[in-house]
């Protein structure tokens, strides 16, 4: 419990900043003026009963002869009832209308600050992630905020305040003993309907789990949708799904029995107050001590404090619940990012595009190094390729030049520049990549090869189309370059996603340029044409090629074999070819197949 009303306090902080900014005073005006409201509505629900009782009191007391002024008192006052509930209402719904703009601010800085904190997280981080569960959490969280920063303000404290102005007044009119049955029922209502709640928040959480995990199959599935069809394993998703909405639905069902019996328990407690209170009330009338317009206040008194009581039950749940969801979002904003700025970083700044590894090592897990102990150097404007069996650090040399982690031992340099000490934005404005799988987003063609560049002109989307020999492609198509590529690209062959992936990084024209196994995908044709493109896209360029094909870097000024974490060869494709070693063997081989296939 104690754990629990900590994270509580926690996330309350958490949430405060966002109701009172320190640099926005517009903000603190709206919110003071929603609290005036707030009071002038309660003050005219507390005092409205008092219309009641004094138009009862003149309706009792008159006989049927009685003239036409008592009647007219009574009407006015009837009329002054409605009218003060229309002001409660009215002051209300001002108080939401003022405050709103405060609240929709509060949910888009935090959405912003959410998003931005996730793509400022590591790539460890992004690896290990399941999109669909992060979706949920930032969805919930943002709800769960909304939600405190209206109720926290405008229900809680509001409540409290009328039970007390309440209470005052039933003690001061009537009798401590009235008093006292109110104050019982609330609090044997509030330790009721806590106690109840913690329960039912414990039932939330597995929904919320269980929920997660559904929605995240849902999503998984759907992203692969192709792979679903290679294997037809339609039914067996679709059987994978309705286990998890199995598990979410009996979980559902457990809060709704719980909401139920919480309540059946409310209900209890405020009929039993309820009669009681008005027993007293109709003795009191009986025996002379009290008229009937005080047996209707009375009445409406307590009707009064049950409604909001009512809804306190719904609010607390609500809140506990927001809770949890909020704990996990301010969760993740708390997940530190593992590479990060050094004080005073500075722009990296590149000449010529010399880049450096000296003695680097680095490992994904403290037990298992990739890197051991490697030296790289490329000159300006030349071609060096790593080359070696799978797992032997290729790729990894260019997520660390990235600086998508940070390596253990040793530096990385360009122009003798330490990556360390410069910005990260301004490392990788320098540094271009085409990966083996290019990566669209779900836009059209023309999106996806100016995101290269910010504020890239038709024009200049144009030319690099042109430059990645696509343009005519493009042209052909029945939207151009308005044409939807497609989730993830699907709708482009693999061949057209190179060359639109070749176009984004010549629209970027970085000094660096990183070639991960940039045709290994692709059929020995279009590999072809690629490769011309991949050329051209280099020409003046510092260049990593990473390789499996081997024929597709016997140009490179330099060749690096990788085993182990290591560098076993370096040279020329001829002088590695006159070594007769690993690179030998690996070149030899892939030729023979070559010819086998042909």
């Known amino acids: 419990m104690a754990k629990n009303s900590t994270n509580s306090l926690r996330i309350v902080g958490r949430v405060i900043p966002y109701l009172w900014p320190t640099n926005q005073a517009w903000v603190k005006r709206r919110v003071i003026t929603s609290v005036l409201l707030l009071f002038v509505a309660k003050i005219i629900a507390v005092g409205t009963p008092f219309f009641y009782k004094a138009a009862v009191d003149i309706l009792s007391s008159s006989d049927q002869s ?28 001002l108080r939401d209308a003022v405050f709103a703009q405060v609240g929709q601010r509060a949910l888009r800085q935090l959405a912003l600050e959410t998003f931005e904190h996730i793509h400022r997280l590591s790539m460890r981080y992004h690896i290990t992630r399941k999109t669909g569960a992060l979706s949920r959490i930032i969805e919930r ?36 003993r009235y008093l006292l049955v109110v104050v019982t029922t609330i609090a044997l209502y509030v330790v009721f309907t806590f106690a109840v709640t913690e329960w039912r928040v414990k039932i939330r959480k ?58 059946f328990g409310q209900s209890l407690f405020i009929s039993c107050g309820l009669i009681i209170v008005m027993v007293m009330a109709a003795i009191g009338v009986s025996d002379g001590s009290m008229s009937v317009g005080d047996f209707v206040m009375v009445n409406a008194y307590i009707i009064q404090i049950t409604m909001p009581l009512n809804f306190l039950g719904t609010i607390y749940r609500e809140i506990c619940q927001a809770i949890v969801d909020m704990s996990e979002m301010f969760d993740l904003l708390e997940q530190p990012a593992e590479v990060t700025d050094k004080l005073g970083a500075k722009e990296l700044e590149v000449g010529q595009g010399k880049v450096n ?34 797992g032997a650090g290729k790729s990894t040399v260019g997520r660390l030049l990235f600086r998508f982690y940070d390596i253990t031992d040793g530096s990385i ?44 002109s038709k024009q200049e989307v144009i030319d690099a189309a042109k430059a990645a020999q696509i343009h005519n492609f493009i042209e052909k198509l029945p939207s151009g370059y308005n044409t939807s590529v497609g989730e993830r690209g699907l709708k482009l062959s693999g061949g057209e996603k190179q060359r639109v992936g070749i176009a984004r990084t010549l629209l970027k ?49 330099q060749i690096l074999v990788l085993e182990g974490g290591q560098i076993t060869e370096r040279g020329n494709h001829n002088e590695l070819l006159d070594l007769g070693g690993r690179y030998a063997s690996m070149w030899f081989r892939q030729a023979s197949e070559k010819e086998e296939a042909a």
């Open 66 to 93: 009685v003239g036409f002024f008592i009647g007219l008192g009574a009407i006015g006052l009837t009329i002054a009832y409605g009218f003060a509930k229309l002001l409660h209402v009215g002051f209300q719904q």
């Open 141 to 176: 969280g943002v709800k769960g905020v909304d939600f405190l920063l209206r109720f926290l303000l405008f229900s809680i404290g509001p409540l409290i305040i009328e039970l007390i102005m309440t209470s005052v007044i039933l003690y001061s009119l009537f009798d401590i």
């Open 206 to 263: 597995i929904m919320n789990d269980q929920d997660t995990d559904a929605n995240q199959k849902a999503i998984d599935s759907l992203l692969n949708y192709e792979t679903v069809k290679y294997f037809s394993a339609e039914t067996r998703e679709i059987n994978r799904y309705d286990s998890a909405m199995q598990k979410y639905e009996q979980a559902a069902l457990k809060t709704q029995y719980s909401l139920a019996f919480l309540n």
């Open 357 to 390: 590894f000296d003695n680097v090592s680095f490992g994904y897990d403290s037990r298992r190094q990739i890197l051991n102990g490697i030296s790289i150097s490329v000159g300006s404007g030349e071609t060096v390729a790593l080359v070696g069996p799978s």
């Open 413 to 456: 340099q360009i122009d003798n520049q330490n990556i360390k000490d410069v910005t990260q934005v301004s490392l990788r404005e320098k540094i271009g990549v085409v990966p083996q799988d290019i990566v669209l987003f779900n836009d059209t063609i023309f999106y996806n090869i100016a995101y290269g560049k910010t504020g890239a």
């Open 509 to 557: 024209n970085p000094k660096i340029l990183i070639l991960d196994e940039a045709t290994s995908a692709l059929d020995s044709e279009t590999e072809k044409d690629i490769q011309n493109s991949l050329m051209e896209l280099g020409r003046g360029r510092t260049v990593i090629a990473i390789a499996h094909r081997l024929s597709t870097i016997a140009h490179a000024d």
